[in-house]
């Protein structure tokens, strides 16, 4: 009886356990199949990708440009692709190979050491197709090969300001839950970690990929005979293109001549003088894009750091405004900083303009000391209107977007002088001569530069021009934009700041008068060394200025940040990019001046 009891428990638990399985199968399989899980698991998709093998043709996210139009970090160009069921069956390896040239047995090697999808390489270089032989070679209907378009990710030669995107799904979900729930952005889609790809990236995001695909048994063996399919999003806007203010030769070019010089932390950063776009942003350390979080992704151009004598420019301006010196004023330039020893650069009596050229130390340090008995805030009211203590990349709402920013990055400048240090003349010396508390960015100093070679006109910096469909319609224009301040210096400050920055290369005992009097553009500027870390004795060098002197087009800031005592890296490289430049500007000249000499002959031709 007692056996009999549990025989019949034992049942019972059976089907009931029974019942659950089958009602749990039942909801998976007919409720359930695409949220289950507390992860929303979708398991058709899932079991979709398990027996699909798929080789993707371009991501669809969007890609940025220079502003004449070329990739800075991707290319986009035919290419052979090869699928691995090939080795599987004949196929006319010769007639394909005679179409590109080489040898048959360089594909068939390629083809039978793959276990996924190829892209053809030669010499471990994709081997690119001309529009005639990508015809060809889907002419003969071979299946398993294919020419077609492919994304190629290439160097990025603008890391720290393009930046870098990276898979994180609780962030889609976050940043574009609507999307994700109308099924037009998937969870799996890259999204913008850094710099303008996370700025700009709800207008980069991609809405589907596209890509050939075929299904594969449990063996990895293909089904329904070879066929692959081609499959893409029925979008004729996307992937967008953000078509930058770089200049890629320029920016490969400025790269270069840092790395050779031996810059190991600092950069470059170069604008358009007359529409303050940017044409050149390079950063050391270098970027490292599989460790975006390490030291090198630190964006040193838009990092606030110390400026040293640059910071003499301010005290310069609020002096002159001031009217607190005369041409013909002398100052004791064997003295030191602070006025209480003999300084271990014996310069002599200096005038104001000699005093900037030379860098003496003690004038800026009197004058500092006059102004702030004046004006406590007197130096940072100047700092602000040479746009130096507030943001100066371009930032604007876009759309329903608010605050959309081409340096998302971009720090603030501080001029801090507490009520402590009024009336202390050692704190403001190291103020006036841009040490203590000064903080300044090299994009804000360049900007500077910028205002004062432009007479005082204050604009943002822009690093793009507009962003377009892939049907080539403008979705977004960015607008020069004025740096929204109410104050600005006055056309007559900036005429002396310009007398007084060109002096620094002009004079004879200029500080950069050795390395540039001979450049091929007159060039104005200042010098700029700072001490820096606990015990001062980590070391930075600046160069701040502007070319050509009487007639602007490019302002360069150049700055290292470990700089050795009795090395001008920055000088040097500073020298190269100017030649470099001025060599760029004049081959332009000669192009265009061909096309126009070629334009008139054909006119004159058909007249």
């Given at each position: 009886m007692i056996v009999h009891k549990r025989i019949v428990?034992?049942?019972?638990?059976?089907?009931?356990?029974?019942?659950?399985?089958?009602?749990?199968?039942?909801?998976?399989q007919l409720v359930g199949t695409h949220h289950i899980s507390k992860y929303d698991v979708d398991l058709v998709e899932e079991s979709i990708k398990q027996r699909t093998k798929?080789?993707?043709?371009?991501s669809g996210r969007g890609y940025f440009t220079d502003?004449?139009?070329?990739?800075?970090?991707?290319?986009?160009?035919?290419?052979?692709?090869?699928?691995?069921?090939?080795?599987?069956?004949?196929w006319p390896a010769t007639q394909l190979a005679n179409i590109l040239n080489i040898n048959p047995l360089t594909m068939i090697e390629a083809v039978e050491m793959a276990n996924e999808p190829i892209v053809f390489?030669?010499?471990?270089?994709?081997?690119?197709?001309?529009?005639?032989?990508?015809?060809?070679?889907?002419?003969?209907?071979?299946?398993?090969?294919?020419?077609?378009?492919?994304?190629?990710?290439?160097?990025?030669?603008?890391?720290?300001?393009?930046?870098?995107?990276?898979?994180?799904?609780?962030?889609?979900?976050?940043?574009?839950?609507?999307?994700?729930?109308?099924?037009?952005?998937?969870?799996?889609?890259?999204?913008?970690?850094?710099?303008?790809?996370?700025?700009?990236?709800?207008?980069?995001?991609?809405?589907?990929?596209?890509?050939?695909?075929?299904?594969?048994?449990?063996?990895?063996?293909?089904?329904?005979?070879?066929?692959?399919?081609?499959?893409?999003?029925?979008?004729?806007?996307?992937?967008?293109?953000v078509v930058t203010t770089i200049d890629k030769e320029i920016q490969t070019y400025v790269t270069n001549v840092l790395k050779e010089e031996g810059f190991t932390s600092g950069g470059a950063v170069i604008l358009d003088a007359k529409t303050n776009d940017l044409l050149s942003l390079v950063s050391f350390p270098t970027f490292n894009v599989h460790f975006p979080f390490d030291q090198g992704a630190k964006n040193q151009m838009v990092t606030a750091n110390t400026p040293g004598s640059i910071f003499k420019i301010v005290v310069a301006a609020a002096a002159i405004d001031l009217n607190l010196v005369t041409k013909f004023d002398l100052f004791d330039c064997s003295k030191n900083m602070y006025g209480d020893k003999e300084d271990v650069r014996q310069l002599g009596k200096l005038t104001f303009q000699e005093s900037f050229s030379q860098s003496c130390n003690y004038t800026f340090t009197l004058l500092a000391n006059e102004l702030l008995k004046k004006d406590k805030d007197i130096l940072e009211t100047y700092a602000k209107k040479l746009g130096l203590v507030d943001k100066v990349g371009w930032i604007g709402d876009v759309y329903r977007l608010e605050d959309i920013a081409h340096f998302p990055e971009e720090e603030v400048g501080t001029i801090i002088i507490d009520d402590a240090d009024i009336g202390d003349s050692y704190a403001i010396a190291q103020t006036a001569i841009g040490q203590?508390?000064?903080?300044?960015?090299?994009?804000?100093?360049a900007n500077m530069l910028a205002t004062i070679a432009r007479g005082g006109e204050k604009k943002q910096v822009r690093s793009a021009s507009k962003i377009k469909y892939e049907n080539g319609t403008t979705v977004v224009e960015f607008p020069s934009q004025s740096l929204e301040s109410d104050e600005q210096i006055s056309s007559y400050t900036a005429m002396r700041l310009q007398e007084l920055l060109r002096s620094v290369v002009k004079l004879e005992k200029g500080t950069a008068y050795s390395s540039l009097q001979?450049?091929?553009?007159?060039?104005?500027?200042?010098?700029?060394?700072?001490?820096?870390?606990?015990?001062?004795?980590?070391?930075?060098?600046?160069?701040?200025?502007?070319?050509?002197?009487?007639?602007?087009?490019?302002?360069?800031?150049?700055?290292?940040?470990?700089?050795?005592?009795?090395?001008?890296?920055?000088?040097?490289?500073?020298?190269?990019?100017?030649?470099?430049?001025?060599?760029?500007?004049?081959?332009?000249?000669?192009?265009?001046?061909?096309?126009?000499?070629?334009?008139?002959?054909?006119?004159?031709?058909?007249?």
């Open positions: 428990g034992m049942l019972v638990l059976f089907n009931v356990l029974l019942l659950v399985f089958i009602f749990r199968l039942a909801y998976v798929k080789f993707i043709l371009h502003r004449h139009g070329e990739s800075l970090h991707m290319d986009y160009y035919p290419s052979l692709i090869l699928f691995p069921f090939l080795k599987e069956q004949q390489e030669v010499h471990g270089k994709r081997r690119k197709l001309t529009i005639e032989e990508m015809k060809k070679i889907n002419e003969l209907k071979i299946p398993g090969v294919y020419a077609h378009y492919v994304q190629e990710r290439v160097e990025n030669i603008a890391p720290h300001l393009i930046g870098v995107v990276g898979e994180n799904v609780e962030e889609v979900k976050r940043r574009y839950g609507t999307q994700v729930e109308n099924g037009t952005i998937s969870i799996h889609s890259e999204i913008g970690v850094s710099g303008m790809e996370r700025s700009f990236d709800p207008f980069l995001i991609s809405q589907g990929h596209s890509a050939l695909s075929y299904f594969v048994d449990n063996l990895n063996r293909p089904l329904f005979g070879f066929d692959v399919r081609y499959s893409a999003p029925a979008d004729p806007y996307h992937p967008t293109e203590k508390n000064v903080r300044l960015t090299p994009l804000a100093v001979k450049s091929p553009y007159s060039v104005a500027g200042k010098t700029g060394t700072a001490q820096k870390g606990l015990n001062n004795e980590e070391h930075s060098h600046w160069f701040a200025g502007y070319f050509p002197a009487n007639n602007p087009k490019y302002v360069m800031v150049i700055v290292d940040l470990d700089h050795q005592s009795g090395t001008i890296k920055t000088m040097k490289a500073y020298e190269k990019i100017v030649q470099f430049l001025f060599n760029y500007e004049n081959k332009n000249k000669t192009l265009h001046s061909r096309e126009f000499h070629n334009y008139l002959n054909q006119a004159t031709d058909r007249t």
